[in-house]
């Protein structure tokens, strides 16, 4: 059999491995069953196209979405892989099918939908298979922030063919998703590669909104290369996109709603261009090659930290220096909450724990990497040196003699309201809810004053982000597991300042 650095050389002209891909090669090549988790440009596609090449028979790959396959498509078929994609949209079916069974074909890719489909699993048997490779394989879990349920049904698929091993990839997985990828997919934990989800490159930066069209314009006026804003809505994406194109640097939008040919046309010029700036809706960005992309600025808040850590991770993919800019307002938070309500109910807990992940990120005073990081599983140093935390160290306040005043009031109020109500009790409100509960008699009435009343819902959330306080299923505050060393005095409690809010003037800018 070929050796495995030759065929790495001649088929896909790079010289070596890159991180973890050896590893995770020696493991398929081997019939063990793996997951690899590796962030976005780490080289996942290659752990499967290349023992595709070298295996006899041909390796199965399941995709999530039919624009990816038609791309890994294509740059499979530019190395000279026999592959096609089995879809809705193909009209070779037949020929594909021929091809799958006369074993000419070493990558079959098909969308879950059709993968768990009886049909699917009798035309296998047919054919010779060499690996399944199940791609994006955070959709399998419910955790995940993309779960789609007929990943969950591929499972007997893969128990026919018992044998043949199974490579599952994705770029997002916390804990908890990773061990659902391991159980739903049959996957033993010593399976499981992870690889280091660092990209030292990239600058963190993330900041509070204030006039996000000036915001942007600034940011993009200082930041030369070609790159992506993201926008919140298609209607954002084209005012920011027509307010950018005012200051003379190449600007396309992107979304959905545009026409499949002008959002063809846009992707391909950006990829060609060194200095545009594409405004978009996430839907765009996923399957793009492009390495030298060089920054990737959110004009709001991502889905969830795994969301903000693929999108970020399509800038500086060439190594090369690149930024990462996020404005973030405390409304995306209040939007996300009420969208939290409209979920099924077993996933909101999942789902309120994203999001104190993000408002963790964005609010923390430390290094933004090492949050991101730990996010990951990853026990990263202190300091980064290359996040706005890092270089400009925000000023931080000593807030535990509030902390303690919120925590009491919390105890003394029996732990079931929540922070509106909190507030008003410290503040010595005397609204209708506080005397009728007869609040104003107890001895944390009114003991919050001037500057302090201030920062009390700043605190309040800092403390639930620490765990010094939790959130009942109605709601209300409760004191968490933290709580005791701040009351008992053993514990500092300081927040971050948040810079400062720009002025008027730019803040009638604002969307
Ligand atoms: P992912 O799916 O993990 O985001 P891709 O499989 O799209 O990443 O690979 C990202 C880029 O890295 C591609 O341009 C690919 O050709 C390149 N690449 C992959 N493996 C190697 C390697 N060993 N050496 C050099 N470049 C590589
Ligand atoms: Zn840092």
Known sequence: MADLLDTLKTTFGFSAFRGVQHQVIDRVMAGQRTAAIMPTGAGKSLCYQLPAVMLPGTCVVISPLIALMHDQLRAAEAVGIKAATLTSVDTNQAETIARFKSGDLNLLYAAPERASGDGFRDLLSQGKLSLFAIDEAHCVSEWGHDFRPDYRLLRPLFDRFSSVPRLALTATADEHTRADILTQLGISEDGLIVAGFDRPNIRYNIAPRAGTTRQISDFVAETPGAGIIYAQTRAQTEKLAAQLALNGRPTRAYHAGLEASVRAANQAAFVKS??????????????????????????????????????????????????????????????????????????????????????????????????????????????????????????????????????????????????????????????????????????????????????????????????????????????????RAILKGEAEFAIAIPPRREGKRRRSNDQ
Not at 300 to 316: C, D, N, V
Not at 338 to 353: C, F, V
């Open 274 to 483: 060194e200095d545009m700036v594409m405004v978009a809706t996430i839907a765009f960005g996923m399957g793009i090659d492009k390495p030298d992309v060089r920054f990737v600025a959110h004009a709001g808040l991502p889905k969830s930290i795994e969301a903000y850590y693929q999108e970020t991770g399509r800038a500086g993919r060439d190594g090369d220096p690149a930024a990462a800019q996020l404005f973030w307002g405390a409304d995306d938070f209040a939007r996300a909450r009420i969208r939290l309500s409209e979920i099924p109910e077993d996933r909101i807990a999942g789902e309120r724990t994203r999001l104190s992940a993000l408002a963790n990120l964005v609010e923390t005073g430390t290094c933004r990497r090492a949050v991101l990081l730990r996010h990951f599983g990853e026990s990263p140093p202190d300091n980064c040196g290359n996040c706005d935390n890092c270089l400009n160290p925000p000023a931080r306040t000593n807030l535990t003699e509030l902390a303690r005043k919120l925590l009491s009031a919390v105890y003394r109020t029996g732990q079931m309201f929540g922070v509106g109500h909190i507030e008003a009790v410290l503040t010595g409100q005397s609204n209708e809810k506080v005397l009728k509960l007869g609040h104003d008699r107890l001895s944390v009435f009114g003991i919050v004053t001037g500057d302090e009343a201030e920062m009390v819902k700043p605190v309040a959330r800092a403390l639930l982000l620490r765990d010094a306080l939790g959130q009942t299923e109605h709601g209300g505050l409760e004191l968490g597991p933290e709580a």
